[in-house]
């Protein structure tokens, strides 16, 4: 069997599911919840949802980089945008909504406003145009923010500055336990963060929490193994930090990428769309650093927002307190085509997920 | 979102990868210690980690072992 066919084995399938119904609780309902949009990805398009017992829920928290880029920092963007420095961001990046407008609206209106790949791309764009000035709204969690620091250390040419609004997982996880009626029974955590940041980095929730957290990878077997590993561990009244994505994500995780990071930012405290503040929940490029950072250079610094338009229910939806369909404007008011809030804009956002899965 | 990707050819720390489709892209890979004939998960532009066959081989095995373990314990 070739590579790609053993890891979509569906007699591994149907074994899997047979345990996970095996091991469901009869009565009560257990709240399993994931903070990547890959990991969501993968339960809607592949229908995962509908393949476990009634008394197991699967609920994505916030895990969408894009969607919790508050709309302050967005603000910022285009700010700079409107001041004639040319923003390059990633191509999920352009119809956020800020406050009031997204960096799509401006650059309709004249506003010099480009995709990238990659910060790399960034950096050579600023390189072929070095009488222009650039700006690189660098988001994305623990996987993107390393491309970022290894960028910033390589000494880009000096008219290209960094809008960093780079955020955390675990603080974001520790949210979801506080939120008083959520009741979570256990945590998905994100593949490809862990990649990085390691298994270490979620000793907490097993340890303070005793909440059973399994690393997960993005095949439809991983996320139905990892399900799996936390309903046993429910069934045994145990909390564990276990690892069901070997094949990529070890204990300390990627510590040439750690480093790097930690040489370019600080760790501080910031806003969420739609959240509130995270204490320690995003990074900052360090004072040695400041001729890179855009809300420096160029004296931007915008702190309060309007997050949610009105009607729209985004910050529920982030934290899996509602299903994208109990929102009034839901494929309503707010389509792939035509989305109000953030969660409807980007490829890894909840609505947009359920929203083409359905059009399917 | 990260991809995984075969390295064909590596020079001054960037690589020549195959997503499968039989085209060649640049990635960077100075976050990772990788070999030409290997795979790397790709995330925007960057290796953020290299996959070796030996570790694909650990997840089937954790797999097997945590459907064997079950049915050998049998259910209530």
Same mark, same amino acid.
Request: aromatic share 8%; with cysteine.
């Given at each position: 069997?070739?590579?790609? &066919? ?12 047979? !345990? ?8 009560? +309902? ?7 949009? +890959? ?20 609920? =994505? ?41 997204? &960096? ?13 790949? $990659?910060? /790399? ?25 390393? #491309? ?6 390589? *000494?880009?040419? @000096? ?40 298994? !270490? ?5 097993? @340890?303070?929490?005793?909440?059973? +957290? ?33 094949? =990529? ?11 790097? /990071?930690?040489? =370019? ?9 739609? &959240?509130?503040?995270?204490?320690? #929940?995003?990074? *900052?490029? *360090? ?15 915008? +702190? @309060? ?15 899996? !307190? ?39 | /979102? ?6 064909? @050819? ?19 890979? $100075? &976050? ?19 996959? #070796?066959?030996?570790? =694909? ?13 079950? #049915? ?5």
């Amino acid at each position: 069997m070739s590579e790609n &066919l053993r890891f979509r084995d569906p007699t591994v399938a149907k074994r899997v599911v047979e !345990k996970i119904r095996e091991t469901a609780p009869r009565k009560d +309902t257990i709240k399993i919840c994931h903070v990547c949009g +890959t990991h969501e990805w993968t339960i809607t398009h592949y229908g995962l949802r509908s393949l476990l017992p009634p008394t197991v829920e699967v609920i =994505a928290g916030p895990g969408c980089p894009v969607c919790v880029t508050p709309a302050s920092e967005v603000d910022e963007a285009v700010a700079l945008a409107l001041k004639g420095i040319a923003v390059t961001c990633f191509g999920d990046v352009l119809r956020v909504p800020g406050s009031e407008r997204s &960096l799509l609206d401006v650059k309709a209106e004249g506003a010099d406003v480009r995709v990238v790949y $990659s910060a /790399m791309d960034a950096v050579r764009m600023a390189e072929r145009e070095p009488n222009k000035e650039f700006a690189f709204f660098a988001i994305g969690f623990e996987t993107t923010a390393p #491309s970022t620091a290894l960028e910033v250390l390589r *000494k880009p040419p @000096k008219n290209l500055s960094f809008l960093v609004s780079h955020r955390l997982i675990p603080p974001a996880m520790e949210l979801l336990l506080g939120v008083g009626d959520l009741h979570i029974d256990g945590f998905i955590a994100p593949g490809h963060v862990s990649t990085i940041i390691g298994l !270490k980095a979620y000793e907490v929730f097993p @340890k303070a929490y005793h909440m059973p +957290t399994v690393v997960a990878g993005f095949e439809p077997l991983d996320v139905l193994f990892a399900i799996y590993m936390i309903l046993k561990q429910v069934k045994e009244g145990t909390a564990r930090l276990e690892n069901e994505y070997v094949r =990529a994500v070890s204990w300390e995780g990627n510590i040439k990428a750690q480093e790097i /990071m930690y040489k =370019a930012f600080d760790i501080i405290d910031s806003q969420w769309r739609g &959240l509130g503040r995270l204490p320690s #929940s995003a990074f *900052k490029l *360090k004072e040695e650093f400041a001729i890179y950072d855009a809300r420096e250079k160029h004296g931007i610094r915008i +702190t @309060k927002g309007r997050d949610l338009p009105p009607g729209c229910q985004c910050h529920l939806v982030m934290i899996g !307190k509602i299903k994208p369909t109990e929102c009034p404007l839901f494929m309503k008011a707010c389509t792939p085509q035509k989305p109000v809030g953030a969660c409807m804009v980007s490829i890894e956002g909840t609505c947009r997920i359920w929203a083409k899965s359905s059009m399917m | /979102m990260a991809i995984p990707a075969k390295v064909v @050819k590596i020079q001054d720390g960037k690589a020549q990868v195959d997503f499968g489709e039989g085209v060649l892209r640049e990635v960077d890979i $100075s &976050l990772v210690e990788v070999k030409v004939g290997e795979y790397v998960l790709v995330h925007a532009g960057y290796a953020i980690q290299a996959l #070796s066959q030996e570790e =694909a081989e650990e997840t089937l095995r954790l797999w097997r072992e945590l459907l064997e373990a079950e #049915s050998s314990h049998g259910t209530k």
